[in-house]
């Protein structure tokens, strides 16, 4: 692929990125994929041949990718610094989107069904590799049950924001980095 056609699959990339977390499976049409991009259908069904499932697929693992990256650089000084600078970090992110950029699998992990096999496998796979990570993170920082805690840190993280992004404010975060202060 030449350097047109590597720019080409970024542009409609980066809009079914965007489209798919602020408005979900459902809420995401090729239509507005390609409107957004600024490409013609010929070259989103020229890259993305599997269509929609896997243009979405293609893009959660691009997003979640991002959020791994954050949980692997994020530094504090032990887990509880550690999972209240995430909370933090996550919370600039949305509240920076003006409230759209939450969690960029919750929408389509709530919108696909048994025939978006390739969908939900994308969605699986970040969820397991974000708990991974934290885990990973919670061990060397020398908490006794990582597995626990990182289950239930990502749990609570999702939970903050929804709410946080229904309701427009960073209060439910803030709280929730609280509850997990509780819990390390």
């Known amino acids: ?5 590597a720019e080409t699959r970024c542009r409609l990339l980066a ?9 979900g499976y459902y809420g995401t049409g090729l239509n507005q994929i390609l409107e957004i991009s600024g490409t013609p259908r010929g070259s989103l069904y020229f890259h993305f041949p ?27 000084a032990d887990a509880r610094g550690y999972l209240e600078l995430l909370v933090e970090l996550l919370g600039e992110r949305l509240e920076s989107s003006g409230w759209t950029a939450g969690c960029p699998v919750a929408g389509v992990a709530l919108d696909v069904t048994p025939a978006n096999g390739a969908v939900q496998q994308s969605c699986s796979a970040a969820y397991s590799e974000w708990e991974k990570l934290l885990r990973d993170r919670l061990t060397d920082y020398g908490h006794p049950e990582p597995e626990r ?28 980095a609280g509850t997990l202060d ?3």
């Open 1 to 5: 692929m030449g350097k047109k056609g």
């Open 50 to 76: 599997g269509g929609k499932d896997q243009i979405i697929s293609e893009a959660i693992a691009e997003s979640a990718a991002e959020i791994s990256a954050v949980i692997e650089t994020a530094e504090a």
């Open 182 to 184: 509780t819990l390390v």
């Open 149 to 176: 805690l990182a289950t239930a840190a990502l749990a609570l993280m999702e939970g903050g924001l929804i709410l946080s992004r229904a309701h427009r404010d960073r209060g439910p975060l803030r709280r929730i």
């Open 15 to 23: 809009a079914a990125r965007s489209l798919v977390e602020s408005h």
